[in-house]
């Protein structure tokens, strides 16, 4: 199965694939506010067109799958997410790069879409699911960990983001009979949740 086929979806969030048409609505949610406060930097400089560029250009260079978020009650674009350097024949690939309208976040998104973006990785095949965390970003971290990653180490100073600092980067990860059970828990506790919490 591809990574970006159709059917990304369950009661909360639809994942769409990102192309020209999501530009302007992504550049309109709240989710732009904190994109910048986990942001590597990019080739060509700082700003929202020159990201939505760079992803558009890695997903048609195989190495990214970049979708934008809907809400699936009100059909509204609330965000963006990646699969991050997919490696068909490693069989692994890292989820990176979300961003969540401001007003939606701690409302169950997170992990709506998370399950989403995990069960497709097992479907494709990945034997190894990861995420690259900045270390200052306490609240992604904890998230990270409390869908059941676990935290392998850190890279020093492995990055230069959109601030101009040097970051160091945790790696976390969870194996393909791991990622079952977390898709399983996550579906389990997003169907517990009333529409509006999420």
């Given at each position: ?6 059917g990304?979806?369950?009661?909360y ?8 048409a ?5 550049r309109t949610?709240d ?7 986990s ?8 700003g ?13 260079a ?14 509204k ?8 350097l ?37 479907m494709?095949g ?16 904890k998230a ?16 230069r983001?959109a ?9 976390f ?21 009333e529409?509006?919490?999420?």
């Amino acid at each position: 199965m591809d990574l970006a086929a159709p059917g990304l979806e369950n009661k909360y969030v639809r994942l769409e694939p990102l192309d020209e048409a999501h530009r302007e609505p992504l550049r309109t949610t709240d989710a732009l506010s904190h994109m910048w406060e986990s942001m590597p930097a990019i080739q060509r400089g700082a700003g929202f067109d020159t990201y939505f560029d760079f992803m558009v250009r890695a997903a048609k260079a195989n190495e990214a799958v970049p979708f934008i978020v809907v809400c699936s009650r009100t059909n509204k674009i609330i965000g963006a997410t990646t699969y991050l350097l997919p490696v068909r024949m490693h069989r692994r690939v890292v989820i990176g790069y979300t961003w969540i309208d401001g007003p939606r976040r701690g409302q169950g998104i997170f992990p709506a879409v998370q399950a989403l973006l995990i069960k497709r990785a097992v479907m494709w095949g990945a034997r190894r699911i990861g995420w690259h965390i900045e270390t200052r970003n306490e609240r992604a971290l904890k998230a990270i960990t409390a869908l059941g990653a676990v935290r392998e180490g850190t890279l020093r100073n492995y990055a230069r983001f959109a601030d101009g600092c040097w970051v160091d980067i945790a790696l976390f990860s969870m194996l393909r009979d791991e990622a079952k059970d977390v898709v399983l828990r996550l579906e389990a506790a997003l169907e517990d949740l009333e529409p509006n919490e999420a």
